[in-house]
């Protein structure tokens, strides 16, 4: 897992223009997909939390596929795919689990 705490930019973010940081959250299958369950990310103003997810996926291909399984927390709140991020928030990207008895 990483262990650098610098932001990485987002291979599809714009050069120019604002951007915000998002501090990612990676769970279960995701974060062992993606070899690391935090990082800190800097996107174009506007992204949604399935435009940071897609963007994730082009960065790393072991997530590929997996936009339309997962769901997202915005700072400890559920919240459909298309919620904008805004600088500072905390974005959880959590697959399906299941379990029980």
């Known amino acids: 897992m990483s262990g650098s705490t610098a932001p990485q930019v987002a291979a599809n973010a714009p050069?120019?223009?604002?951007?915000?940081?998002?501090?990612?959250?990676?769970?279960?299958?995701?974060?062992?997909?993606?070899?690391?369950?935090?990082?800190e990310i800097c996107v174009a103003e506007g992204t949604t939390a399935r435009g940071l997810f897609e963007q994730l996926e082009a960065d790393i291909p072991a997530l590929a596929g997996r936009a339309d399984h997962v769901s997202f927390a915005r700072n400890q709140q559920f919240v459909p795919p298309d919620t904008v991020l805004a600088d500072g928030d905390e974005l959880a990207v959590i697959p399906p689990v299941s379990g029980g008895a």
């Open 15 to 39: 050069e120019t223009g604002a951007s915000v940081r998002v501090s990612l959250l990676l769970f279960a299958s995701v974060a062992e997909a993606a070899g690391e369950r935090r990082r």
